[in-house]
Structures are given as structure tokens and as C-alpha cells.
């Protein structure tokens, strides 16, 4: 039950508010560094290679604590895991601009990353629990937009805040945000406080292992110079998930139970969501990297050219309830997957002698059909949940979007080094492998809306809502 002496109205005014705070922080947060590093590098006297230590401690925080959070949110409450969480992330943001060398910057990095860690989840969950299932696709819908604006506005606001001003803003951009959140937490945050039997500690363990050695992996993919090291990490992760089956099986309380997954729409929902963005992650990843190779660019302009996908996930957010109300989840979901397959494949379409304006439609069209995209699967993915099993399903989807973030940019990376190693196959033309690799993950995504074949057709009803 929740402990708030505020009207439910009220709470369901600022609650996606306050989420969407945490979400626009943490994703703005998780791409602002990478066009950083450089002068990050050069003022703590450190080589570039090295910088990247700072992206790896904040991936795999997240990826150690998040199973937990639903645990913890159902233990202590979910307003004082949430504050807990944005007063680690403020605080974290402020060691990682006073640090003076590059170990005091991951370790505040991994300050960072529990606090993100708790952040999402926890505040998703508090969503979830508040609204009626009516309701929560209109919350979802307006929470889950900084998630899209995040990712193609930080390496822009990155580009321009080093240029203009200098590193340490990238993080002391987010005390004022992380202020805003704390103070609206305090006052309107439900503190949802459910019975629990114990923590599976042993299964956290294991799950977070599980979870630590597949980031390593997805985060080394992209750099490796010998791929046996790191495929054996990959296959060590996914050893340890299996392993995580088996003590799921035999152990009463896990802090996963199994039957999360003979729920339908949970099931396809974790599966779309990790198959479809092997497609979808990757192209704010290799379209500025094409533009800034290939086309010869800067990085300011690779970032104005995927700057429009922001505005326009604004329109899809706006028409994406209209379109889940009158189509279903089913047939939106299938449909939409295979128009980003066809768009993600358009982007192969302009050669080298083609203006940079071609991309620009096409990316902007992306970010409508992403925004849709990431409702829906969103959505859809809780939509039959039954209230015991909210705080860990909500976990567990958390973990499963943040993995599958990683299996898409390092896919990306292996598909475009494949055929940066052919040259007789790309005709001794780098952006002829840009082009192929754009094929190839997008008619992988058409591949995937098949997934979305084994929802029915009245799955998500119960989600349907009033604009």
C-alpha cells in the first residue's frame, strides 16, 4: 500500500513528471560522454584508449545492482529508494567533475551508476502501481519520451559543451535536473511498501554475474582485436543465466520467479524488445560514425543530422495511443518494427556523392516510428502482470532494455567490421560498409516483427485509454 497523504490525482500529475526526470538524466547522461572523452583525456593526462574505463564502471554498475531494485523498492519503499537514488546520481555527477585524475572519475562514475542503477526501475515501478491499467499507457507514453530525446541530444549537447565551455558541464548539467527530481520525490512520490519473504541472495549473485559478464563482452565487442576472449565472456554470461534457471526452478522466493515468463505478453514483450533493438540501437551509433568517416564531417554536425529523431518522437508520442487504441498492440507492433526495418535499410540508399540532406528525412521519420515502437513494447510488456509480480518483472524488463541497448551497438559494430574487412566486397570504399551494414540490421529488424506474431489479437485491451 502506498504511504502518501496526497490526493490520487495529484500523484498521477507529477508522477511521470518525476520519472521522466530520471529517465532524461540517466539516458542524456549515458551518451554525453562519448563525444567528451578526448578532452577528458588531455586534462587528466590520460591516453583516449584509457578514457573508456569511465563508460565501462557506469555500464556494469547497472548492470550489477539493477536486479535488485525491485527487491529493495519492496522492502524499504519505493519514494525512499527513488530519493536514495537521485541523491547517488547528483552526487555522483558532482565527484565526476571534481576528479582530478581518472580513478577518482570511475569511482564516482560507479557512484553514478547505483544510484541509475535504482533510479529507472524503481520509478517505473512506482508508474505502475499507481495508475489502473487504463491509465498506464498514457503515463508510459509521456515518461518514456526523454528515453528517446536522451540518446541523439547528448552527443550534441556534449559536442558543444566541451567546445564552449568544458568537460566538467557535461556532469554538473545534471545537479539541477537531479534537484528538480528530489524536491517533486519528496512531496508527491508514493512510497509503495509490499510483504517479502527473504532476498534471494544466492540468485542475485548468480543473475548479476550472469548480467556483469555479458556487458563485459558487449562493451569489449566493439574494440577487440582478438574476438576469443571476449566470445568466451559472452558464453560465460550466458552459462551463468542458465545456471540462474536452474536455481530459479529449485528455490522458492527467486528474485526472478520463472513464472513471469508463462505470462504471453511478458514473454514476446522481453523477446521484441531484445531483437528489435539490434537493429534500432545501433543507428545513433553508425549513422554519426558514417558521417563523421565517410563524409569526412565533424561531430557537431553528425550530432544536428540525428537531432531531428528528437523532435519528432515528440509527434509519435502524441499519435501513438490513437494508433494502440484503434490497431492493437498486434498489428502496431508487427507493422511498425517492419517500417524501421525498411527505414534503417533507406539510410544504405544515398552513396557518397549524395548531399547529407537525404539522411535527414529518413531519420526523421525514424524517430516517429521509434517512439511508437518503445511505448508499445513497453506497455505490452506489463500489460498481464498480476500485482506480485510488478516489482520483479519490472526489474527484470530494466535489465533486459539496458542488455539488449548493448547487444545492439556491439552487433553494429561486429557487422560493420565484417565488412570493413572485405574490401573486395565493399569495392575498397569505407562507406560502402556503412551502407551494407544498414542492410543487414534493418532486414533484420523486418525479420523481427515476426515476434510480435505470437501476441493475440486482444492482448493490450486492458491497456486501452482515453487520450
Same mark, same amino acid.
Given at each position: 500500500?502506498?504511504?502518501?497523504?496526497?490526493?490520487?490525482?495529484?500523484?498521477?500529475?507529477?508522477?511521470?513528471?518525476?520519472?521522466?526526470?530520471?529517465?532524461?538524466?540517466?539516458?542524456?547522461?549515458?551518451?554525453?560522454?562519448?563525444?567528451?572523452?578526448?578532452?577528458?583525456?588531455?586534462?587528466?593526462?590520460?591516453?583516449?584508449?584509457?578514457?573508456?574505463?569511465?563508460?565501462?564502471?557506469?555500464?556494469?554498475?547497472?548492470?550489477?545492482?539493477?536486479?535488485?531494485?525491485?527487491?529493495?523498492?519492496?522492502?524499504?519503499?519505493?519514494?525512499?529508494?527513488?530519493?536514495?537514488?537521485?541523491?547517488?546520481?547528483?552526487?555522483?555527477?558532482?565527484?565526476?567533475?571534481?576528479?582530478?585524475?581518472?580513478?577518482?572519475?570511475?569511482?564516482?562514475?560507479?557512484?553514478?551508476?547505483?544510484?541509475?542503477?535504482?533510479?529507472?526501475?524503481?520509478?517505473?515501478?512506482?508508474?505502475?502501481?499507481?495508475?489502473?491499467?487504463?491509465?498506464?499507457?498514457?503515463?508510459?507514453?509521456?515518461?518514456?519520451?526523454?528515453?528517446?530525446?536522451?540518446?541523439?541530444?547528448?552527443?550534441?549537447?556534449?559536442?558543444?559543451?566541451?567546445?564552449?565551455?568544458?568537460?566538467?558541464?557535461?556532469?554538473?548539467?545534471?545537479?539541477?535536473?537531479?534537484?528538480?527530481?528530489?524536491?517533486?520525490?519528496?512531496?508527491?512520490?508514493?512510497?509503495?511498501?509490499?510483504?517479502?519473504?527473504?532476498?534471494?541472495?544466492?540468485?542475485?549473485?548468480?543473475?548479476?554475474?550472469?548480467?556483469?559478464?555479458?556487458?563485459?563482452?558487449?562493451?569489449?565487442?566493439?574494440?577487440?582485436?582478438?574476438?576469443?576472449?571476449?566470445?568466451?565472456?559472452?558464453?560465460?554470461?550466458?552459462?551463468?543465466?542458465?545456471?540462474?534457471?536452474?536455481?530459479?526452478?529449485?528455490?522458492?522466493?527467486?528474485?526472478?520467479?520463472?513464472?513471469?515468463?508463462?505470462?504471453?505478453?511478458?514473454?514476446?514483450?522481453?523477446?521484441? %524488445?531484445?531483437?528489435?533493438?539490434?537493429?534500432?540501437?545501433?543507428?545513433?551509433?553508425?549513422?554519426?560514425?558514417?558521417?563523421?568517416?565517410?563524409?569526412?564531417?565533424?561531430?557537431?554536425?553528425?550530432?544536428?543530422?540525428?537531432?531531428?529523431?528528437?523532435?519528432?518522437?515528440?509527434?509519435?508520442?502524441?499519435?501513438?495511443?490513437?494508433?494502440? %487504441?484503434?490497431?492493437?498492440?498486434?498489428?502496431?507492433?508487427?507493422?511498425?518494427?517492419?517500417?524501421?526495418?525498411?527505414?534503417?535499410?533507406?539510410?544504405?540508399?544515398?552513396?557518397?556523392?549524395?548531399?547529407?540532406?537525404?539522411?535527414?528525412?529518413?531519420?526523421?521519420?525514424?524517430?516517429?516510428?521509434?517512439?511508437?515502437?518503445?511505448?508499445?513494447?513497453?506497455?505490452?510488456?506489463?500489460?498481464?502482470?498480476?500485482?506480485?509480480?510488478?516489482?520483479?518483472?519490472?526489474?527484470?524488463?530494466?535489465?533486459?532494455?539496458?542488455?539488449?541497448?548493448?547487444?545492439?551497438?556491439?552487433?553494429?559494430?561486429?557487422?560493420?567490421?565484417?565488412?570493413?574487412?572485405?574490401?573486395?566486397?565493399?569495392?575498397?570504399?569505407?562507406?560502402?560498409?556503412?551502407?551494407?551494414?544498414?542492410?543487414?540490421?534493418?532486414?533484420?529488424?523486418?525479420?523481427?516483427?515476426?515476434?510480435?506474431?505470437?501476441?493475440?489479437?486482444?492482448?493490450?485491451?486492458?491497456? %486501452?485509454?482515453?487520450?
Amino acid at each position: 500500500m502506498p504511504n502518501t497523504t496526497l490526493s490520487p490525482e495529484t500523484t498521477k500529475k507529477v508522477l511521470p513528471l518525476i520519472l521522466a526526470t530520471a529517465i532524461f538524466m540517466q539516458m542524456l547522461d549515458s551518451t554525453i560522454l562519448n563525444t567528451s572523452l578526448p578532452s577528458i583525456a588531455r586534462d587528466l593526462n590520460e591516453s583516449p584508449l584509457n578514457m573508456q574505463n569511465a563508460i565501462i564502471s557506469y555500464v556494469l554498475t547497472l548492470a550489477v545492482f539493477m536486479p535488485a531494485s525491485g527487491f529493495l523498492a519492496d522492502k524499504f519503499g519505493t519514494k525512499k529508494i527513488f530519493i536514495i537514488a537521485l541523491v547517488l546520481f547528483s552526487a555522483g555527477s558532482i565527484f565526476c567533475a571534481l576528479s582530478q585524475n581518472l580513478t577518482q572519475l570511475v569511482i564516482s562514475r560507479i557512484v553514478q551508476g547505483v544510484g541509475g542503477s535504482l533510479m529507472t526501475p524503481v520509478g517505473k515501478l512506482a508508474l505502475i502501481k499507481t495508475f489502473d491499467r487504463n491509465e498506464l499507457l498514457k503515463a508510459m507514453n509521456f515518461a518514456i519520451v526523454p528515453a528517446l530525446i536522451g540518446p541523439v541530444l547528448g552527443p550534441l549537447v556534449g559536442g558543444y559543451m566541451v567546445d564552449y565551455l568544458s568537460w566538467h558541464w557535461i556532469f554538473l548539467i545534471n545537479i539541477p535536473i537531479g534537484v528538480l527530481g528530489i524536491v517533486l520525490s519528496i512531496k508527491y512520490m508514493p512510497n509503495y511498501i509490499s510483504e517479502i519473504t527473504e532476498f534471494d541472495l544466492k540468485g542475485f549473485i548468480i543473475f548479476a554475474a550472469a548480467s556483469l559478464l555479458l556487458s563485459i563482452s558487449l562493451e569489449l565487442f566493439g574494440d577487440a582485436k582478438n574476438i576469443t576472449p571476449v566470445l568466451i565472456v559472452f558464453i560465460l554470461g550466458f552459462l551463468a543465466l542458465y545456471y540462474y534457471y536452474i536455481h530459479a526452478k529449485k528455490k522458492g522466493n527467486p528474485i526472478f520467479p520463472l513464472n513471469l515468463f508463462q505470462v504471453r505478453t511478458f514473454r514476446v514483450g522481453i523477446l521484441g %524488445n531484445l531483437a528489435t533493438r539490434l537493429g534500432i540501437s545501433s543507428v545513433p551509433l553508425l549513422l554519426p560514425l558514417m558521417i563523421q568517416i565517410a563524409f569526412h564531417q565533424s561531430a557537431v554536425v553528425s550530432g544536428w543530422m540525428i537531432a531531428p529523431m528528437a523532435l519528432t518522437a515528440m509527434f509519435g508520442k502524441s499519435s501513438v495511443i490513437k494508433i494502440l %487504441n484503434k490497431y492493437g498492440y498486434k498489428r502496431t507492433l508487427m507493422v511498425n518494427t517492419f517500417i524501421i526495418g525498411i527505414l534503417i535499410c533507406s539510410l544504405a540508399i544515398p552513396n557518397i556523392n549524395s548531399s547529407l540532406w537525404w539522411f535527414v528525412p529518413i531519420i526523421s521519420i525514424l524517430g516517429f516510428f521509434n517512439s511508437i515502437q518503445f511505448t508499445s513494447m513497453n506497455t505490452i510488456s506489463i500489460a498481464d502482470l498480476r500485482n506480485f509480480q510488478t516489482s520483479s518483472g519490472n526489474s527484470l524488463i530494466s535489465v533486459n532494455q539496458q542488455l539488449a541497448i548493448g547487444f545492439g551497438i556491439a552487433f553494429g559494430l561486429i557487422v560493420l567490421k565484417v565488412y570493413e574487412n572485405s574490401p573486395d566486397l565493399i569495392q575498397h570504399e569505407t562507406h560502402n560498409a556503412f551502407r551494407y551494414t544498414f542492410l543487414t540490421v534493418g532486414i533484420l529488424t523486418i525479420i523481427s516483427s515476426f515476434i510480435f506474431r505470437r501476441l493475440h489479437v486482444s492482448d493490450g485491451k486492458n491497456m %486501452n485509454s482515453k487520450e
